[in-house]
């Protein structure tokens, strides 16, 4: 007699594949779908040569000797920096450039602070139509701006003063810094401040202790682009400043090309001497400047 116990058939083992098993046949541990390292370094490899060659070029011209033809900065020469630094008159630009970068940041910082807070925390009527006139601003070239700046600073009496350059600048630049800040405080929850005023802060020193803080990678930022667009824009030094003493750095590199000749070894050396202090800023501040980017783009 055959017992139900008998009947029952043991379940077949299924045998479950080990992780040696999906490893590719390569012995690397990678994706399937992951493109061969070559098709990755070749691209960036191409790109980094056609990058580099300009940079090599100005090295070049501004190291060699006068009348060298060499493809090698040997035997290497500063004269051309000492050409355009004392002759030039590159220090007085170079301390004019530094004065205006530095006050443009701080009045663009402090400016879009203030302004994007109220648009990030304050509802108001005019708040969408306002936004809307932001976007619009940067559509409107700089060059537009110039005839309508420079009859109210001549108005003003201040043509020829570094000033005008600043506030030209500061006005440049304020709109996108403000939106870019005013999307940094809304990443910031707004109960962190609510919490602060239960504590028995007002909006001030709230804003001072619990959300400044956090603010510090978008500060950066907009300070940043604010400083480096002031550093090198042309267009507001040349229209507002006469006197040489009052040229910055980008009016300074037009004096060395004339309609004749252009000297390329002063021409490259003032050229590194504008890009030096540019590349040491992103050099510094790469990590929060990235950061705050990425934290403005979206709405946390």
């Known amino acids: 007699m055959i017992t139900k116990e008998a009947t029952e058939v043991a379940p077949t083992p299924v045998s479950v594949p080990t992780a040696s098993e999906h490893r590719p046949r390569g012995g690397r541990n990678r994706a399937w779908d992951e493109a061969p390292r070559w098709q990755i370094y070749l691209p960036?490899?191409?790109?980094?040569?056609?990058?580099?060659?300009?940079?090599?070029?100005?090295?070049?011209?501004?190291?060699?000797?006068?009348?060298?033809?060499?493809?090698?900065?040997?035997?290497?020469?500063?004269?051309?920096?000492?050409?355009?630094?004392?002759?030039?008159?590159?220090?007085?630009?170079?301390?004019?450039?530094?004065?205006?970068?530095?006050?443009?940041?701080?009045?663009?910082?402090?400016?879009?602070?203030?302004?994007?807070?109220?648009?990030?925390?304050?509802?108001?009527?005019?708040?969408?139509?306002?936004?809307?006139?932001?976007?619009?601003?940067?559509?409107?070239?700089?060059?537009?701006?110039?005839?309508?700046?420079?009859?109210?600073?001549?108005?003003?009496?201040?043509?020829?003063?570094?000033?005008?350059?600043?506030?030209?600048?500061?006005?440049?630049?304020?709109?996108?810094?403000?939106?870019?800040?005013?999307?940094?405080?809304?990443?910031?929850?707004?109960?962190?401040?609510?919490?602060?005023?239960?504590?028995?802060?007002?909006?001030?020193?709230?804003?001072?202790?619990?959300?400044?803080?956090?603010?510090?990678p978008g500060l950066i930022a907009v300070g940043s682009f604010a400083f480096v667009h002031s550093w090198n824009h042309f267009l507001f030094a040349l229209m507002f400043l006469n006197n040489q003493s009052k040229q910055t750095i980008p009016v300074g590199l037009n004096t060395l090309m004339s309609a004749d000749s252009v000297d390329l070894g002063a021409l490259a050396a003032g050229g590194i001497i504008a890009a030096v202090p540019v590349v040491l800023v992103f050099a510094f501040i790469q990590k929060w400047l990235i950061t705050g980017f990425s934290a403005g783009a979206v709405k946390g």
């Open 44 to 216: 960036l490899s191409i790109y980094l040569v056609f990058t580099l060659i300009p940079f090599y070029w100005i090295l070049l011209f501004a190291l060699r000797p006068a009348g060298s033809t060499s493809l090698v900065p040997w035997p290497m020469t500063f004269d051309h920096f000492e050409k355009v630094w004392t002759d030039r008159s590159f220090g007085t630009y170079f301390e004019n450039s530094l004065l205006v970068g530095v006050a443009t940041l701080l009045m663009t910082t402090l400016v879009a602070l203030a302004g994007g807070y109220a648009l990030a925390r304050f509802d108001f009527k005019v708040k969408r139509a306002f936004m809307l006139a932001l976007l619009c601003s940067q559509f409107v070239p700089g060059a537009l701006l110039l005839v309508p700046l420079f009859e109210i600073f001549a108005e003003l009496q201040m043509i020829n003063s570094l000033t005008s350059v600043i506030i030209a600048e500061t006005v440049f630049q304020l709109p996108l810094s403000m939106i870019l800040i005013s999307n940094f405080i809304k990443n910031v929850p707004y109960s962190l401040e609510e919490a602060a005023w239960v504590d028995g802060c007002n909006r001030l020193t709230a804003f001072r202790i619990v959300v400044l803080p956090l603010l510090r």
